[in-house]
């Protein structure tokens, strides 16, 4: 099916997308317009998966869909933002319906759980790659950066940690794992759950926030750099799936837990003077207490023994 | 040089880009944070370059930069909106300092010029495709549409057409031409100036307007499908440059101009009752009358003598 235009695929599949009060001009002219609830800022990310970097070659159009959305939710949750449009920039090699159909309904999943608009998009002929932007709203003053962990600070993260990493390592047959595992697994490396609840909800208590795109040790890293802080963790406290203690032995877990990626949890920090706010904000079995912010430059890893226990690698690079 | 994050290429060559009073958190977050003026909408375009299908290979990286955000703001000023924000998604197979240097000039060059804001962007690994999404104000109910076309309304284009058709022929060379004449349409292929400035200018006169991308033929065409009407078009009238005047016989002048892509002057249409507004507006030589907009559907182009002149291919497409 050989498609000309953007506006043509989009009106093929998304008339079921969410329509918003705020779009007032969507798919179909040379920009979208929108406008803006009084007093609120706009939050704004972009992010790109290619094939064979991404996500592996085969993977179900439904899922890359969905992920191309979730990776860019979790960053709008990292900010406590609540998400209001896309745009959507698809490259790929030839318009093919059922990939499409997939693509889509992956997308339109995703999109109609958080109410989220596709204004616009663009879509060309070359290697497959999907870059959306999303945009999305936050009261002035109170978006959670990376820059504002403070000595002292608890270091918790939502969910649990290394799912998605044994979920690659399944996709791409480096290891063999009981059905039940596996569909856990490679469900938390394809369909993500973007923390956008729990996101609004800590800017009332977090200092400091980010998503785990890139594993836990590179991704707390961005946090300790913005902030001009170290931090020490308890590598037993790391929350772990029942699925993965199930199949990995504790060191090997941790391992994961800290360096794999595509686990799209959020890692935050919490001053003492502000966990009630937290316990208030967040159900209790939703996030784990795993570190403390420390004035020490650097990320120490401790052991249940409390001796350093060293992260294999530090998590996925572009271009290395 | 291997580079591993966005925002380490962002510090690299976006020191000297504007900073605006409205970006509160530029790159380096998960998200960039932005205000908006009170009261005003915005637009938003999101437009893909990818190597071999809208540039040519060995395009030098200072052109793609250039272009890449030029074709994003000839989508602003064909709505009447002024830039605000970009962000940036960047495929490449490799991450040279040279290549780089280049492309963030072209960016920088044109980002100054217009006071675009860079505040976010992806950097991935893969074929090269480069993805820019701008974000734009527009004051309520002033966007220019592609849907507000009446019968009775003249039609006009800016600047001159067909040049970039030339300077791509040239590139690809297929056709050998004056050195003057070569930098000419080489130039208007590989730096167009968006029209926001006069785009801006036509809030106040046009019923509906589009930049022209892939070709007057078509992009009046989506004017006439949004608006429900049809055109007649005189060929002699379309606006030609000296050199494609100086190269060219008449009648291959007026195929380019009518069907080749990538000039990014707008196509508008005025009433008759604000042509006084349109002439207080604009500067007469920025713009020619070459159609009138007619109840019945279809676009008739007719040459000198008011006879039917059939354009050769009705503008560029992808995936056909």
Redesign the interface.
């Known amino acids: 099916m ?4 953007f506006d043509a695929i989009a009106r093929y599949f998304t008339q079921a997308f969410p329509k918003r009060a705020d779009v ?2 969507g798919i ?9 609830p ?1 007093g609120m ?14 996500f592996p070659k085969g993977t179900h159009s439904e899922n890359i869909g969905y992920k191309a959305l979730a990776v860019n939710l ?3 949750a ?2 406590g ?1 609540t998400p209001a ?1 896309m ?3 698809l ?1 790929c090699k ?2 093919d319906e059922v990939w499409l159909t997939g693509f889509s309904q992956g997308l339109l999943e995703l999109a109609t759980r958080y109410n989220v608009s596709l ?9 497959l ?1 999907v ?1 959306i ?1 999303v ?2 709203f ?1 009261p ?1 003053h109170s ?1 959670l ?3 504002g962990a403070q000595v002292g600070d608890g270091i918790y993260v939502t969910g649990t940690l290394g799912d998605a990493g044994l979920g690659l390592a399944s996709m791409q047959k480096r290891v063999v794992l009981p059905r039940k595992v596996q569909r856990f697994v490679e469900s938390r490396l394809n369909r993500p759950t973007p923390r956008l609840v729990e996101g609004k909800a800590l800017r009332q208590c977090a200092n400091s ?3 785990i795109s890139d594993g836990l040790v590179a991704d707390l890293g961005h946090i300790l750099r ?1 902030s001009g802080v170290g931090a020490s963790l308890q590598v037993d406290r790391l929350p772990l799936s029942k699925a993965l203690r199930e199949v990995m032995f504790p060191e090997k877990a941790w391992q994961m837990a800290l360096s794999a990626g595509d686990d799209y949890e959020l890692c935050f920090t919490v001053p003492p003077n502000r966990v009630a706010k937290l316990q208030n904000a967040l159900p209790q079995d939703i996030y784990t207490h795993i570190g403390i912010i420390e004035a020490t430059p650097g990320l120490r890893c401790l052991d249940t023994n409390g001796q350093l226990f060293v992260p294999e690698n530090r998590g996925y ?4």
């Open positions: 050989p498609i000309a235009e007032i001009l179909g002219d040379d920009a979208a317009l929108s406008s803006v009084s800022q706009l939050a704004i990310a972009i992010d790109t998966l290619v094939e064979g970097v991404h979790s960053d709008l990292a900010m933002a449009w745009t959507l920039a490259t030839k318009m204004i616009g998009g663009d879509t060309t002929c070359g290697a790659t870059t932007q945009t999305g936050v002035p978006a950066r990376r820059s926030a980010i998503d913005a690079q572009h271009f290395v």
